[in-house]
């Protein structure tokens, strides 16, 4: 299918009946649905999808660079760019693809892109859809330049809850987080699950491989599965950011959150030829759930 500026989006079934769209914009994920045809990711109602801005919802990706501590645009550029289909992909891991509907992406650096960011990769990205209706994202970043490169990564998951204020966090605990709120210091959580009332962005730091989203109300679980990803940034703006956002309703922050599976606060870095891989699982589940691997 195409969206409204002409740009392809794939869509993904399974037997069951769930889906997944993708968009050729960023390698987005742009909706993801139960087998009851449940929406399971937030995608703002004044959302724009229109490039070169990513939309607001979804997956986005960032790369090269998370946020804005470095030289490069808000989250970096990938999220912004038209990526095309990789209809010959290098082979992935048998059970990565096993009884899976996918998808294939690739984004190389244009000429424009190497003047700001002179390091020349091939990002491919696979998107796929299990027979559980499981979402899995897989990014393999190759370095084919003549130089190392460093870079930091995340799947920006806007996830849909019920109403912020019933939804708590399970697996941080303990853990060490930077607070961009409060000058990137670096604070460390007590004890509890994480729960919401005010405003938060924040990057845990070599957290746990799962994380789980308890929506007490739509008695419903996300569980979030990562690799090669230490860090897990959770967001959400809450009231006065979200007014101040023109592609976020006032009162939308209730309606969403954003965890992702990410490489911030140690670079990835890429020696010619290497390449790295960065895998999410996301799960929903009637109840708390993360199994002991
Ligand atoms: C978060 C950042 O992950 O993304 C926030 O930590 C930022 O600081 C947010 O506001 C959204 O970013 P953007 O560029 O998509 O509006």
């Not at 724009?48 to 808000?74: D, T, V, Y």
């Not at 230490?230 to 309703?249: E, H």
């Not at 599976?261 to 990835?268: D, V």
């Amino acid at each position: 299918t195409k969206d409204w500026n002409g740009i392809e989006q794939i869509v993904l079934r399974n037997p069951q009946g769930a889906s997944a769209k993708v968009s050729l914009h960023g390698g987005q994920v742009i909706s993801w649905r139960n087998e009851r045809g449940e929406e399971l990711l937030f995608t703002s109602s004044k959302a724009i999808f229109k490039p070169p801005k990513a939309m607001r919802g979804g997956i986005p990706i960032c790369f090269p660079q998370f946020g804005n501590c470095g030289s490069l645009e808000q989250h970096g550029f990938a999220r912004n760019k038209i990526w095309v289909v990789d209809d010959d992909p290098p082979p992935l891991p048998a059970n990565d693809s096993n009884g899976k509907s996918f998808v294939d992406l690739l984004l190389k650096p244009s000429e424009e892109d190497l003047k700001f960011w002179p390091h020349s990769f091939e990002f491919r990205l696979r998107v796929g859809l299990g027979t559980d209706g499981n979402l899995t994202l897989i990014s393999r970043i190759r370095n084919v330049n003549g130089k190392p490169f460093s870079f930091s990564f995340a799947y920006h998951s806007y996830l849909s809850v019920s109403d912020i204020s019933e939804v708590r966090i399970e697996g941080l605990e303990t853990m060490d987080y930077f607070d961009n709120l409060f000058k990137r210091e670096r604070f460390t959580e007590q004890g509890d699950a994480i729960t919401f009332e005010a405003e938060i962005d924040r990057v845990y730091l070599s957290s746990p491989n799962c994380v789980a989203v308890l929506d007490h109300e739509r008695k419903r679980t996300y569980v979030i599965k990562k690799e090669g990803l230490p860090d897990v940034v959770v967001w959400n703006p809450w009231d006065k950011k979200s007014k101040a956002m023109a592609d976020l309703g006032d009162d939308e922050y209730k309606q969403m959150l954003c965890v992702d599976g990410a490489a911030i606060e140690k670079p990835i870095t890429l020696k010619p030829g290497e390449e790295w891989t960065g895998r999410l699982e996301i799960a929903v589940v009637p109840s708390s759930f993360c199994s002991e691997d």
